[in-house]
């Protein structure tokens, strides 16, 4: 079975500042994605961000980009210039046959 | 991003009775749709998984009879608690993939469940 783990429960930035949160995946699968979500205080999921695992390039969407790693199984999260609306619960996910796994969450709090 | 709608967002009921939840694609057919529970400051844990017309697929340890989904529509999936308890307090999310984009998974807002 896939397991996700985020190895950091809290993190905290300033604003403006950038943060890296991290993520490891373990799989035999060849054929995967990776997603970033995030859970605001209004428990309403939303996609952040998605890699395909065949591509190399890593995938980034405007302050949003990731670091993907295949072969050691890592995927983080970089935000850039953070923002206050940032603040929220992050998780990691792991797709496979339309499925997701998804690791316990980094929770950002993001100072003014 | 497609948007999925669940409703209610909160219900309580006693003991005993049951509560039915839905889950609607408003702007795209979900082929898919995932029932979660979060359990509160934890992550997702995925229930079941139901295509249109088919009987669901439920995760170990799920209890099936307890936990009846229905997915009648591309549009439309349907959770019901049967006989809730207390220990069935939780938070429940749906969402659902659609055929084009099929390894995007877009969620409901969620719904509070507090059996007294």
């Known amino acids: 079975a896939q397991t996700v783990t985020q190895s950091q429960p809290e993190m905290s930035v300033q604003e403006a500042e950038t943060v890296t949160l991290s993520c490891t995946y373990d799989?035999?699968?060849?054929?995967?994605?990776l997603f970033w979500y995030k859970q605001p205080p209004s428990r309403q999921m939303i996609l952040v961000i998605r890699?395909?695992?065949?591509?190399?390039q890593n995938a980034t969407e405007n302050r949003f980009s990731v670091n993907f790693q295949k072969a050691a199984k890592s995927f983080s999260l970089k935000i850039s210039d953070s923002q206050l609306g940032d603040a929220a619960m992050y998780f990691c996910?792991?797709?496979?046959?339309?499925?997701?796994?998804f690791g316990k969450g980094t929770l950002l709090t993001v100072n003014p | 991003g497609a948007v999925v709608s669940q409703h209610p967002s909160w219900v309580i009921c006693k003991s005993g009775t049951s509560v039915k939840i839905e889950c609607r694609s408003l702007?795209?057919?979900?082929?898919?749709m995932f029932w979660y529970r979060q359990f509160p400051k934890q992550s997702l844990m995925l229930m079941a998984t139901?295509?249109?017309?088919?009987?669901?697929?439920?995760e170990q340890g799920v209890e099936k009879d307890k936990f009846l989904i229905n997915h009648a529509s591309l549009t439309l999936s349907t959770l019901t608690v049967t006989s809730a308890h207390p220990e069935d307090s939780s938070f429940y999310i749906c969402?659902?993939?659609?055929?084009?984009?099929?390894?995007?998974?877009?969620f409901g807002a969620g719904t509070r469940l507090s059996v007294l």
């Open positions: 799989t035999s699968e060849s054929d995967y994605y």
């Open positions: 139901s295509n249109e017309g088919s009987k669901a697929t439920y």
């Open positions: 890699q395909e695992a065949y591509k190399q």
């Open positions: 996910a792991y797709g496979s046959n339309y499925k997701l796994t």
């Open positions: 969402s659902g993939r659609s055929g084009r984009d099929g390894n995007i998974q877009y």
């Open positions: 702007d795209f057919q979900a082929t898919t």
